[in-house]
């Protein structure tokens, strides 16, 4: 389960925007995932319970912005949304995509008290 060590880097970036502000615990954290960054959210559910006991992010509100997949046709540029990578142009039909947004995996914000 790579989720496990998604939260556990989460909780490093935490720790040390903490120690840098000088604060105590961070109350709310925002995440922006991409439906595409392949992180199974159920599992990140479970893994974050685990992974931020004992730490600055044990009693933050925690806010997942799911961000969706588009891509870009490498032949006509017709930006559209996808479901999973290899998904036909509906403009032209062809299967030459640039995914565009989707793939995210970012700590957005903190709030630190």
């Known amino acids: 389960m790579h989720e496990l060590s998604i939260v556990l880097s989460i909780v ?13 615990q961070v109350d709310r954290i925002d995440l922006e995932i991409g439906t595409l960054s392949g992180v ?8 974050w319970d685990v992974g931020v006991q004992h730490t600055v992010l044990h ?31 509906p403009a032209c039909g062809l299967f030459l995509n640039e995914v565009v947004q989707g793939k995210e995996l970012r700590v957005k914000s903190l709030e630190l008290s």
């Open 12 to 24: 490093e970036i935490a720790e040390g925007q903490v120690r840098k502000a000088s604060a105590r």
């Open 59 to 89: 009693n933050a509100e925690r806010f997942i912005h799911k961000i969706p997949a588009r891509a870009r046709c490498m032949d006509c540029n017709h930006v559209f949304d996808i479901q999973q990578l290899f998904e036909p142009c």
């Open 40 to 47: 199974e959210f159920t599992a990140l559910d479970f893994a």
